[in-house]
């Protein structure tokens, strides 16, 4: 990969993704480069699951104050 790991996007990673699959689908990879090719798919698909897991933590953190701060205005209507 020519970026550092932790500097590519997620749409950078698939797109270099569609790439390889692409150059394999075709034939355009002769046996030598294969193996070079396949080692970094995967290493962009670990990437690419890293990124799907922080996003979905950051959906969760943010879903649960969410509703932690909905509850709290609920009890504050109820006392008044």
Same mark, same amino acid.
């Given at each position: 990969m020519g970026k550092a790991k932790t500097k590519m996007t997620y749409g950078e990673a698939a797109e270099r993704l569609e790439e390889? $699959?692409?150059k394999i689908? @075709?034939?355009e990879?002769?046996?030598d480069e294969l193996s070079g $090719?396949? &080692?970094e798919a995967a290493k962009l698909v670990t990437l690419c699951r890293e990124k799907i897991h922080a996003a979905e933590i950051q959906?969760?953190?943010i879903t649960e104050? $969410?509703?932690r701060e909905e509850e709290e205005e609920e @009890?504050? &209507?109820q006392e008044e």
């Open positions: 390889i $699959l692409g689908e @075709e034939g990879v002769d046996i $090719l396949v &080692e959906v969760k953190t104050q $969410l509703e @009890e504050e &209507e």
